[in-house]
């Protein structure tokens, strides 16, 4: 009996531009390939509706061992496109019944795509993390007074403790935005994300920034120069840079797409 199968979409890139697929492996070890539209081309892989129909996926996405595979295989995809020229990222997990459907989309949505592909055209996405020790900001207790009780010098302890937490969050954030605001002149445009759960991300501290920047492939070097000058312009703060990486921050016209017709 022959297995049914959906398709899974990776990007979407300019028709015009080399895809070489043919050693390329995706998600469930399947073999990728093109489905060619006017203007773009939608980078996809088979995937068994046995796994990837709705309730099975479901399944799937609460086994954090399978999700952290899948979403590899999702994203070194994406990767290797991103090598060859301009890519449009597309959201983990976005299906469709068959060929046919993916031609549909790229069809109505061609003018969103191409929109997209213009906007991070000779562009990639760098991540910046700043991570802040609150043990590593003075901060300035409240004296209690000689004549004090015990009880009213504990109060008093505790009171300047919160207070000097709060200053300190306060100069963190302010330490954030100053960093950001110098980032934001070398690159084209930035997304600010929320702050990763410090159990899942293993950090200690505060993560005061967490934010995407596009930028002009020929001032990357000038970027990472510029997040280490940042680093050292302030010790209390430490910076992590990663990337580059296909934009997947900055393309999300093409959200309502991404959101499949099989589950």
Request: proline content about 5%; charged content about 25%; aromatic content about 8%.
């Amino acid at each position: 009996m022959t297995e049914d199968f959906a398709v899974w979409l990776y990007a979407v890139v300019p028709a015009t531009q080399c895809v070489q697929t043919t050693e390329l492996t995706g998600v469930a070890s399947g073999p990728v390939r093109l489905i060619a539209g006017e203007g773009v081309s939608a980078v996809v892989g088979s995937v068994p509706l046995s796994d990837f129909a709705e309730e099975p996926l479901r399944n799937h996405l609460e086994d954090l061992s399978w999700l952290e595979q899948t979403a590899r295989a999702h994203h070194q995809v994406i990767d290797a496109v991103g090598n060859t020229g301009d890519v449009v990222p597309l959201r983990f997990a976005t299906i469709y019944h068959d060929d046919s459907a993916v031609k549909d989309v790229l069809m109505e949505r061609a003018a969103d795509f191409e929109a997209a592909l213009e906007r991070v055209r000779g562009r990639t996405e760098w991540g910046v993390k700043a991570y802040v020790d609150p043990d590593a900001l003075p901060t300035t207790p409240e004296q209690s007074g000689a004549d004090d009780s015990p009880g009213t010098a504990y109060l008093l302890r505790r009171r300047a403790q919160r207070q000097g937490q709060q200053d300190a969050q306060q100069r963190a954030l302010q330490r954030a935005e100053e960093i950001r605001t110098a980032l934001k002149e070398v690159a084209t445009r930035t997304v600010q994300h929320p702050p990763q759960d410090a159990r899942l991300a293993q950090y200690r501290g505060w993560m005061v920034l967490n934010d995407s920047y596009l930028v002009d492939d020929d001032r990357a070097q000038q970027f990472a120069a510029l997040v280490t000058s940042c680093d050292a312009r302030f010790p209390e703060v430490r910076l992590e840079l990663s990337g580059p990486w296909p934009a997947y921050s900055f393309t999300g016209d093409e959200e309502e797409v991404q959101q499949g017709d099989t589950t």
